[in-house]
């Protein structure tokens, strides 16, 4: 299982619902994530660029997607923004293989290439020319 934050926005309609009726949606939230192999662990409400953030487990990105899908499908959610979460245990992995992955990459501008050497000499060809 994978875990995932996923923060996003409640639609004019559905916060108007909401506020009409009251009414606890980390119950449906929960059926949801259950129906397509997860677990919500938590819900909350907040205030600022979201309405609301998620913190739940699910069995790979196709099914994060197709959360999202259905959210979205629904017209009641908008603005969703889904991040990966790694445990520890596998950032300290993603950490050792960035550590014997050190040096193998070169940033942009410091790599000799046959391209840009080839690029420099027709530039000067045809400046002669």
């Given at each position: 299982?994978?875990?995932?934050?996923?923060?996003?926005?409640f639609s004019q309609h559905a916060m108007d619902a909401l506020v009409q009726r009251p009414e606890d949606?980390?119950?449906?939230?929960?059926?949801?994530?259950?129906?397509?192999?997860?677990?919500?662990?938590?819900?909350?409400?907040?205030?600022?660029?979201?309405?609301?953030?998620?913190?739940?487990?699910?069995?790979?990105?196709?099914?994060?997607?197709?959360?999202?899908?259905?959210?979205?499908?629904?017209?009641?959610?908008?603005?969703?923004?889904?991040?990966?979460?790694?445990?520890?245990?596998?950032?300290?992995?993603?950490?050792?293989?960035?550590?014997?992955?050190?040096?193998?990459?070169?940033?942009?501008?410091?790599?000799?290439?046959?391209?840009?050497?080839?690029?420099?000499?027709?530039?000067?060809?045809?400046?002669?020319?």
């Amino acid at each position: 299982m994978r875990y995932y934050m996923m923060r996003g926005k409640f639609s004019q309609h559905a916060m108007d619902a909401l506020v009409q009726r009251p009414e606890d949606r980390m119950l449906t939230t929960t059926k949801l994530l259950k129906g397509i192999g997860g677990r919500l662990h938590y819900y909350f409400f907040c205030f600022g660029e979201y309405d609301f953030v998620l913190l739940f487990e699910l069995p790979d990105d196709i099914s994060a997607a197709s959360l999202s899908m259905v959210l979205g499908a629904s017209g009641s959610v908008t603005d969703m923004d889904t991040t990966v979460l790694l445990t520890m245990e596998e950032a300290v992995k993603a950490m050792r293989i960035a550590g014997d992955a050190t040096g193998v990459y070169v940033p942009p501008g410091r790599a000799q290439s046959r391209t840009g050497s080839f690029a420099k000499s027709r530039v000067k060809k045809s400046k002669h020319s």
